[in-house]
């Protein structure tokens, strides 16, 4: 009876818990780029007004990294900021992101583009030196955001 008792109490206290995680639904937003079709992931991943972006690149309509990486650092930044826009977010609702970079030269180069994509405060970030990336590229970013009140 006393095991019984216990087990309860411990169902009473955990039910908020399980409730709100079976409430919290999540969202799947797939920007639908040309070649990301049946590929095992999501653009972003929103969860109460948490957005969670996939790691993109910035390529050309052929799927090509273009020769020059302040292109690819605009095309990845667009990219980035369209699959936001689709969720219904913007630049400065991000709050951290991730650069990997496939060498740490082009650091600035990154930089300067970046730059140009903030209205306000800058997001939190790492920026890594990662050897090779998929298609040659040379930077791929991942971030989070979070929406701001209205």
């Not at 994509?117 to 989070?144: C, D, H, W």
Request: glycine letters at 8%; one cysteine or more; hydrophobic letters at 40%.
């Amino acid at each position: 009876m006393k095991r019984h008792v216990i087990l309860s109490f411990l169902l009473l206290l955990l039910t908020p818990a399980i409730n709100t995680y079976a409430d919290d639904a999540r969202t799947y937003v797939n920007p639908g780029k040309p070649g990301t079709e049946g590929l095992p992931f999501s653009g972003a991943v929103k969860v109460g007004d948490t957005l969670y972006l996939s790691g993109d690149i910035g390529l050309t309509e052929d799927m090509q990294v273009p020769g020059d990486p302040k292109d690819e650092a605009r095309l990845l930044m667009e990219s980035f900021q369209a699959t936001l826009a689709g969720a219904g977010y913007t630049m400065d609702d991000l709050v951290t992101v991730t650069v990997y970079c496939s060498d740490v030269k082009h650091y600035a180069d990154f930089n300067e583009v970046y730059r140009s994509y903030f209205k306000e405060s800058f997001p939190a970030r790492a920026f890594v030196g990662s050897g090779t990336l998929l298609f040659n590229a040379r930077f791929e970013m991942q971030g989070i955001a979070v929406k701001r009140p209205e």
